[in-house]
């Protein structure tokens, strides 16, 4: 009886639906392959599909770092969503002893990361390089250099 | 009581299951010459670590393993793949010499060997708290803990968080900043023609006003 009660008992169908979800995308790519014509494969079939230009470079490129903040704040929002779940998979708010307390608790975590995430909002397009701001940059350095080879006589 | 026995049997069959599996997808995401399918295998290493979880009765971690494990780190790592182009090419995991080769494979040895020996002498039956076991198998009663009574421990995981993102912040103008360099710095793009001759200099000039024309 005790046995049966065991945690990973309780997970059986998760891991059927896993394993169904695993059948699920063998069968759909076998069906596939039988169902498509079988044509012959050559260099313009196999090419990457880039809007009926001929593709130039390889296809993966380092993407630009701004991009990296966004799996930063997926993460933080994922933390804050596990801590959430706890909270929210207990009976914690009925339990009026502790109520006011959790209360507090769960608003000042709430701030502190909504602030955060306000903050990366905030500071975001002044840490993005802008092209307006580098053509503005390009301009006062040539200017500069222009004036310099004037004062050295140059041309 | 005959029962009994053979459920017993299976939970360290499960165990040996699970831990196999992790090995198994431990090694292909450290090994596969794919670097992108090595971040997809870690992240089911990740999901199968939840499952051991779920053998020692630890519900909230196990979520946690996946929601933090497979869902973010993993993005995270894809991410780092997706930025880092000299990630991408498998020539990082190449040893420069057999013998550093040699060093790597006994120091991983010597590692395996002492966490193991660490394993079977660490007395864990007597070292974990009664309370503790009871705490983390249920998940009301490790709510209560965490966030009645012990509510500090969550702002300070929040001000981690914070942290993390004051730090992706900076990266991010540390990065701005350096870029910016190369156009205005010592040896940018407009500091070029100075390290060269004065005859250069006069083709070099409508080349620059090509560049404005592009740029407006």
């Known amino acids: 009886m005790m046995q049966s009660e065991r945690l990973f008992a309780q997970f059986i169908p998760v891991l059927i639906w896993a394993i169904l979800a695993i059948v699920l995308v063998v069968v759909m790519l076998l069906a596939s392959w039988v169902l498509r014509p079988h044509v012959l494969q050559n260099s313009e079939k196999t090419s990457t599909y880039e809007c009926g230009e001929e593709p130039v470079g390889p296809a993966r490129i380092s993407y630009p770092y701004n991009y990296f903040i966004y799996t930063v704040l997926f993460v933080v929002v994922d933390v804050m969503g596990a801590f959430l779940w706890l909270l929210s998979s207990s009976n914690i708010l009925w339990v009026d002893a502790t109520k006011y307390t959790v209360v507090w608790q769960v608003a000042v975590f709430i701030l502190i990361i909504v602030g955060g995430i306000a903050f990366v909002m905030k500071m975001l397009p002044q840490a993005a390089l802008d092209g307006k701001e580098t053509l503005e940059v390009y301009r006062k350095a040539k200017a500069q250099r222009e004036q310099e080879q004037h004062v050295a006589g140059g041309h | ?216």
């Open chain 2, 1 to 216: 009581m005959q029962e009994s026995t053979a459920l017993d049997l299976l939970e360290p069959g499960e165990f040996l299951l699970i831990a196999g599996i992790i090995l198994i997808l431990a090694y292909l995401a450290l090994e596969h010459k794919e670097i992108v399918y090595a971040a997809f295998f870690f992240g089911f290493m990740a999901s199968f670590v939840a499952g051991i979880f779920l053998l020692l009765e630890a519900p909230f971690i196990a979520g946690m393993q996946i929601a933090v494990y497979t869902g973010g780190i993993s993005a995270l790592i894809i991410f780092a793949v997706l930025l880092l182009p000299r990630a991408q090419d498998s020539s990082l995991e190449e040893f420069s010499s057999p013998r550093k080769r040699q060093i790597g494979l006994i120091m991983a040895t010597l590692v395996i060997i002492l966490s193991g020996v660490l394993a079977f002498i660490f007395p864990w039956a007597e070292s974990f708290d009664d309370t503790f076991i009871a705490i983390s198998n249920d998940l009301n009663e490790l709510a209560l803990w965490l966030w009645a009574d012990n509510g500090i421990y969550v702002q300070i995981i929040a001000l981690i968080m914070i942290t993390s993102l004051v730090g992706a912040i900076a990266l991010l103008k540390m990065d701005k900043a350096e870029q910016l360099v190369s156009i205005r710095g010592e040896f940018g793009i407009e500091a070029e023609p100075e390290l060269q001759e004065l005859d250069v200099l006069e083709d070099e000039e409508p080349d620059t006003e090509e560049h404005e024309e592009v740029d407006d």
